[in-house]
């Protein structure tokens, strides 16, 4: 059973990602398969670019 990213870890893994690691280094320094760091880091990468309340659908 895979286990989730808790918040902290998210945190770690942004700042790693931020400081030029490769996912290969994360995903060691995190205990994490590579698999699952790169998926995790996708998934963080949407959730910033989709707005929750785009500004045209306002009114």
């Given at each position: 059973?895979?286990?989730?990213?808790?918040?902290?870890?998210?945190?770690?893994?942004?700042?790693?990602?931020?400081?030029?690691?490769?996912?290969t280094?994360?995903?060691?320094?995190l205990?994490r398969?590579?698999?699952?760091?790169?998926?995790?880091?996708?998934?963080?990468?949407?959730?910033?670019?989709?707005?929750?309340?785009?500004?045209?659908?306002?009114?």
């Amino acid at each position: 059973m895979q286990r989730r990213f808790t918040a902290t870890e998210d945190e770690k893994l942004l700042q790693l990602e931020a400081r030029g690691l490769n996912y290969t280094a994360i995903a060691r320094e995190l205990g994490r398969p590579l698999t699952s760091v790169r998926i995790r880091l996708m998934t963080l990468a949407l959730r910033e670019d989709i707005p929750t309340f785009p500004a045209e659908a306002q009114s």
